[in-house]
């Protein structure tokens, strides 16, 4: 079962270990979170620093704090979710989705109010306690319209309620194969356009190397995303962020990770291919950079 109190827990004490001179990491929201382990390619010092849920907004900021734990040279894979990286999330500005950044980030990165910050700060078992709360009234509920617990899904219905999440989490979405939808949404792609963009900016402040990837998904998700649809939300707003020589990896079409039994959503890769996977997108960035 979803346990905010164990996730907390486990973000904190991952950042308060990342290591150094580390080769590569990877950002960015569940996909990313999911997808990536390092320990698949020995040969070099890798770290997930994903946070599941998250955006760019705060991808920026984690980069600007944490950025010198990589090697100068070193590469961040940035990675961007199809369908919906460049949409409005609802979720995405309430404080609850803030709140789990108090552990790990400053006062001035945390969109909460600064007297909830402090307090939140100065006493985790406050928060620890109220999402305790949370978890008891809701009971039985759903734990959350946000799927990003792998915890929670079942091969049944997991696929259907992530494309529900989607939907309902973007007020002017009613499915995913429209692309006239885009249009609602201008005001939307250009902010997270300005959010990617601070990604890449500051890890080139760093010295560092980004490197753009869309991770793959199943078969069977894939046919409920029109290709106008992903070409409006998706490839239109990277036009502008992708520049000559940035490296820019494509898997959603990839045929190699189609298979519907790669997932445990048709989104988040298993513990087993999630490793084949990284192994593959390390090969590939390295015939790049």
Known sequence: MYSRKKDLNELSDRFASIPKELDVVNIGSGPSYYDFDWSAVPEISGFNMAVAPEDFRYDARIIKHYGGHIKRGGVVVVVVVCPLSFGSNDYLYKNSFSEKYVSILPASDVDLPKWKYSLYKRFPIMLKSKNLVLRIVKGLQRRTKRVFDQSNFHPQDSMERLIENWIS?????????????????????????????????????????????????????????????????????????????????????????????????????????????????????????
């Open 169 to 289: 989490e973007n007020k002017y979405l009613t499915d995913l194969k429209n692309a006239g939808q885009a249009e609602y949404y201008q005001d939307v792609f250009r902010e997270k356009e300005n959010d990617l963009k601070k990604v890449i900016d500051n890890c080139i402040e760093q010295g560092l190397k980004p490197a753009i990837v869309i991770p793959p998904m199943s078969k069977r998700l894939r046919k409920h995303i029109s290709d106008e649809f992903i070409e409006r939300f998706v490839y239109d707003n990277l036009r502008t962020i992708v520049k000559e020589g940035m490296p820019f990896l494509d898997y959603i079409d990839d045929e190699r990770y189609y298979d519907d039994s790669f997932y445990t959503n048709g989104l988040f890769l298993t513990p087993e291919k999630r490793k084949y996977f990284t192994q593959n997108v390390w090969k590939d960035i390295s015939k790049i950079v």
